[in-house]
């Protein structure tokens, strides 16, 4: 089965840098990658996601890129804002079935 | 519109107890999950709904849980002989279909054994 790993765990910007997110996956044959931001209480929210037919994908400030030969995939988030604080987590879709697998997350925290 | 409903948002039982944790999916959505996520950690899949039938429950720990979604709709997970271990946050996301892959995650219902 997938399995996806993130990092750092925690990262602290200053406000207006870019903040970048790291994640692996392991089923090459994975086609499906989400991108959620979490913040406390709520439920994670869809942010950005890209398919294994793009390289990258760009949404104002936000921007993943998708390596399939080294079976990465990053966010990256400029212009940081301190309302950016929050947890962030990647995903991988299971082709062998219909489970979405979740990174770790990324606790951001953006200094005014 | 509306979006995913869950409820309660917070339940407390005592270790042993059986509780029902329910789900109002976005309303037209045809798919439905169940994700369990402990403290620090990413959503951990329970099971995926197409319809009325679970289409996959392989993420269900064990017999204790179990999961129905009877017209389509609504869902509720039931735990009976709950486990200090069960406390954590229960999501519940919906998409449009299998092939919409973009899912819309509820608030959570956090569940305390004690």
């Known amino acids: 089965g997938e399995n996806v790993e993130q990092h750092p765990s925690t990262l602290s910007v200053q406000e207006g840098d870019s903040a970048v997110i790291k994640c692996t996956y392991s089923?090459?044959?994975?086609?499906?990658f989400p991108w959620y931001k979490q913040e406390l209480g709520k439920g994670p929210q869809l942010i950005i996601d890209?398919?294994?037919?793009?390289g990258e994908k760009k949404d104002q400030r936000i921007a993943v890129t998708l390596n399939k030969t080294a079976k990465h995939f990053s966010l990256h988030i400029t212009e940081t804002q301190p309302e950016d604080s929050a947890v962030y987590f990647c995903a991988a879709y299971d082709t062998g079935g219909f489970k979405t697998i979740f990174g770790a997350g990324t606790r951001l925290f953006v200094k005014a | 519109g509306a979006g995913v409903s869950q409820t309660p948002s917070n339940k407390v039982t005592e270790k042993g107890k059986y509780v029902e944790l329910r789900c109002d999916p976005i309303?037209?959505?045809?798919?439905l999950y169940w994700y369990r996520q402990s403290l620090g950690q990413g959503p951990e899949f329970l099971i995926y709904f197409q319809g009325t039938g679970a289409a996959d429950d392989s993420g269900l720990p064990n017999d204790r849980f179990f999961a129905v979604r009877p017209e389509g709709s609504v869902s509720t997970l039931k735990i009976q002989r709950t486990e200090r271990g069960d406390s954590a946050v229960y999501l519940c996301?919906?998409?449009?279909?299998?092939?919409?892959?973009?899912?819309?995650f509820g608030p959570g219902t956090r569940l305390t054994v004690t």
């Open positions: 309303s037209g959505h045809t798919a």
């Open positions: 890209i398919r294994s037919n793009v």
């Open positions: 996301a919906s998409s449009l279909g299998t092939l919409e892959r973009e899912q819309y």
């Open positions: 089923d090459s044959a994975s086609n499906y």
